[in-house]
């Protein structure tokens, strides 16, 4: 079966094909992607693309995973990604998304959240669905929170990106925190 796709007001997310890798790439390989991203490789090479959507279609199929590319309704272009990786017996999985700089601050992300946040609850019939954040990206913060998401914890110092340590900022929402929400939305 294949990665469905998605429809919210602005956007269409859609499964990624091989078609997408150079597009990919061009956006995603920009280091201030990079930088806030946990394993977004640096630089991103000729292939990388290629081999991280090839992927997909199985991670779908056995369970372990669900990846949209972010596309604009009005021109069909590719902004960015957001993923599911999914844990299913304890039917919970961390959201993860990026999307291109030139695309920041219009409100995308948060509604590409909250599109796949209703995907997991409705047709994946997941319980939990978290995410983590650099404290030093607080925008990633104000995504998980424009989608329904509460603060959950801080670990310290938990990951190195680069060099230094990181303090991870922790957001999880539960099925019915979530259908809660829908009803006084
Ligand atoms: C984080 C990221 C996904 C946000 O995407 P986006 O489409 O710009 O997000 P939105 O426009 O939906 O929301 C951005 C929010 O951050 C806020 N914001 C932007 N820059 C900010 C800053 N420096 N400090 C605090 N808030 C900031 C915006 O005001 C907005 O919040 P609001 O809607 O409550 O006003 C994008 O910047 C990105 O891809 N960054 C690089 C990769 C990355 O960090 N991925 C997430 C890893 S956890």
Known sequence: MPVPTLLSQRLILRP????????????AGDY???DTTGHMPHPYLDGMAEEWISTQ??????????????TLRKTGELMGAIGLSIHGHDRRAELGYWIGVAYWNRGYMS???????AYAFEDLKLNRVYASHFAR???SGHVMQNAGMTYE????????????PEDLVYYGILKDEWKAETITR
Do not use: C, M, Y
């Open 16 to 27: 990624f094909t091989l078609a997408d890798a150079k597009r990919v790439q061009q956006l």
């Open 32 to 34: 201030e992607i990079a």
């Open 57 to 70: 279609e199985q991670d779908f199929a056995d369970g372990s995973g669900a990846t949209f590319g972010i």
């Open 111 to 117: 509604e590409a959240a909250r599109r796949v946040i």
């Open 137 to 139: 990206n607080p925008a």
């Open 153 to 164: 914890g801080t670990w310290r110092q938990h990951f190195v990106r680069w060099t230094e």
